[in-house]
């Protein structure tokens, strides 16, 4: 059995909860750094990724988070999550974490498509995903050993980067649970990896 955290200082927190019990595997809601020891997978959620930062900085997130990252256990950002794991973003000095070796934009689909649904392929997953973007970002630029598993119009909307997955959209907001599971194989094989090394 494993725990999968999902980062509970704002946005779509609830949602991926479910998803994650749906799934059949243990859910937490993460409020204190702390709680980052108990868990071998972490669900970065959307929401609105400044309000996010502010809050990190609040609880003194940050350091910990970026060692969680670096402990090779999986992270997974959806959409303002994405954001927040990215190397970069475009027109911005400073990322956030940092952990994700791609380039991302904001608000990427233009004002007057502020949510929208596409049916995606998604390598790995399925050939027909729903995906529901709200005010998304999309990823412009992605390092060499990063996968991109699927494209929306020619833009990059989602790609894993080692145990790092991230996608512009968002997956708990469907009964879709199968990106989800994706997920949580990752959280499982890692975890499986990182015990035969102990
Ligand atoms: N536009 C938001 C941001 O930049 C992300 C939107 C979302 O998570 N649905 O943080």
Do not use: W, Y
């Given at each position: 059995?494993?725990?999968?955290?999902?980062?509970?200082?704002?946005?779509?927190?609830?949602?991926?909860?479910?998803?994650?019990?749906?799934?059949?595997?243990?859910?937490?809601v993460i409020k204190k750094r702390e709680q980052l020891d108990e868990i071998?997978?972490?669900?970065?959620?959307?929401?609105?990724?400044?309000?996010?930062?502010?809050?990190?900085?609040?609880y003194d997130f940050m350091d910990k988070l970026?060692?969680?990252?670096?402990?090779?256990?999986?992270?997974?950002?959806?959409?303002a999550g994405l954001i927040l794991l990215a190397r970069e973003i475009k027109g911005y000095d400073q990322p956030h974490l940092g952990l994700m070796d791609v380039i991302v934009e904001r608000n990427s689909f233009?004002?007057?498509?502020?949510?929208?649904?596409?049916?995606?392929a998604i390598a790995g997953v399925t050939?027909?995903?729903?995906?529901?973007?709200?005010?998304?970002?999309?990823?412009?630029?992605?390092?060499?050993?990063?996968?991109?598993?699927?494209?929306?119009?020619?833009?990059?909307v989602a790609a894993r980067d080692?145990?790092?997955?991230?996608?512009?959209?968002?997956?708990?907001l469907t009964d879709d649970l199968r990106l989800t599971q994706y997920f949580i194989d990752m959280v499982k094989m890692q975890k499986n990896v990182i015990n035969s090394c102990k």
């Open positions: 059995m494993i725990k999968v955290g999902v980062l509970g200082l704002q946005g779509a927190v609830r949602e991926h909860v479910q998803a994650i019990l749906n799934c059949g595997e243990e859910a937490v071998d997978g972490l669900i970065l959620p959307g929401g609105e990724s400044t309000t996010m930062r502010r809050l990190l900085d609040k970026c060692e969680f990252g670096r402990q090779n256990k999986p992270m997974f950002g959806t959409c233009g004002r007057q498509v502020d949510s929208f649904e596409a049916d995606l050939d027909h995903f729903n995906a529901v973007f709200i005010r998304a970002p999309h990823i412009l630029e992605v390092g060499e050993d990063v996968e991109i598993l699927a494209k929306h119009n020619g833009r990059i080692g145990h790092i997955l991230g996608c512009s959209f968002h997956p708990e």
